[in-house]
């Protein structure tokens, strides 16, 4: 369990963290998403105990980092991949980890396994690793003590697709058998794909949160046809008010059966028609993504 209470932090006058509150239960997978520079990295760095916050406080199964004995095997952070020493093979860095944790080394050999870094992988140095073979030895790291909880900042990034899916089952298995993860993305389509849980964050404030299934719930019908114009005046005259939506189609409140039959009773042929599955998500987080792009480009900001 992670929670965290009336969080806030300031940089000088700028307010990164702004009075956030959130848990994350054990089996579960919750998503932290926010655009850039919307301040998640800098929450879970409080919560790893690296950066002191202003006000509030952020516990780990009821302590706070700083006081959780041998934290490694408690919980598994990677809050940058690119962050171990250059110089240090892999398998060097995860043997290192095993010694402070105290655990066999026999561990050191299952995780590269778990993590699919070969053995010849395993001897490279990180410096030579690309972005995507430093998160796998990153999670490998992280799930080395065996903890009951996992922290991940934007592992996604830098793998490819299938390193994508092994990771999404990986975080899949762990919590089904009880773990609790909390991940970040700046992508919606990211952690929709794998999120029990959803927090939204937006210039350090939580703007939404809940389950994934209260977050995405219906939100009408989306409908497309060739002929746009005979499409609106079916549904008017159905008595459906419908608005334009990006995809160009349309977005009603109506169900997609009472759309269904507008469309059949005025002739009109679809091309699409659907639950507006998330759409009230997916425009939330656009606006939230559209007025941080406008701020200026912060060195945090650039690749976080
Ligand atoms: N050490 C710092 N000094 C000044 N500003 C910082 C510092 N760390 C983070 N920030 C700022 O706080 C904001 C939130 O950053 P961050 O938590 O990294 O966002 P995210 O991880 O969501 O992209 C950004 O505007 C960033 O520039
Ligand atoms: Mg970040």
């Known amino acids: ?36 520079g919307a301040g ?4 879970m760095r409080i919560i790893a105990g690296l950066t002191l916050p202003d006000a509030g406080e952020a516990h780990v199964s009821g302590v706070r980092y700083s006081d959780v004995p041998n934290p490694g095997t408690q919980i598994g952070v990677l809050l940058d991949a690119s962050a171990q020493h250059a ?6 860095i995860l043997t290192i980890g095993a010694l402070t944790m105290g655990l066999p080394m ?6 590269l396994e778990l993590v699919s870094l070969t053995p010849e992988e395993s001897k490279r140095k990180v410096r030579n690793y690309s972005l995507g073979m430093r998160q796998r030895l990153g999670i490998a790291h992280a799930l080395l003590g065996d903890p009951k909880i996992l922290m991940l900042d934007e592992p996604a990034n830098g793998l490819d697709p299938a390193g994508i899916h092994w990771m999404r089952s990986l975080l899949r298995e762990y919590a089904n058998r009880g773990g609790t993860v909390l991940l970040s993305s700046h992508l919606l ?25 209260e977050l995405l719930a219906s939100a009408g ?12 005046s079916a549904l008017t005259s159905a008595g459906i ?11 009603t409140d109506a169900t997609p059966e009472q759309v269904g039959a507008a469309a059949l009773q005025g002739q009109v042929a679809l091309v699409e028609l659907r639950a507006a599955e998330g759409a009230g998500l997916e425009e939330l987080f656009l606006e939230l993504t559209a007025s941080t792009q406008r701020e200026a480009v912060t060195p945090e900001g650039a690749n976080a």
């Open 1 to 36: 369990m992670i929670t965290v209470k009336n969080l806030s932090k300031t940089y000088g006058s700028f307010r990164a963290v702004d009075d956030v509150s959130f848990t994350c239960r054990p089996g579960a997978v919750t998503g932290f998403l926010g655009p850039n």
């Open 40 to 43: 998640k990295s800098t929450t």
């Open 87 to 92: 110089g240090r093979s892999g398998r060097e």
């Open 106 to 111: 026999s561990r050191v050999d299952e995780m």
């Open 189 to 213: 389509h990211e952690v929709q794909i794998i999120a029990d849980e959803l927090i939204v964050i937006g210039n350090g404030k939580i703007v939404a949160q809940g389950t994934k299934d």
């Open 221 to 232: 019908t989306f409908v497309r046809a060739t002929d746009p114009s005979a499409l609106a």
């Open 241 to 251: 008010s419908a608005t334009p939506s990006g995809e160009g189609g349309l977005r």
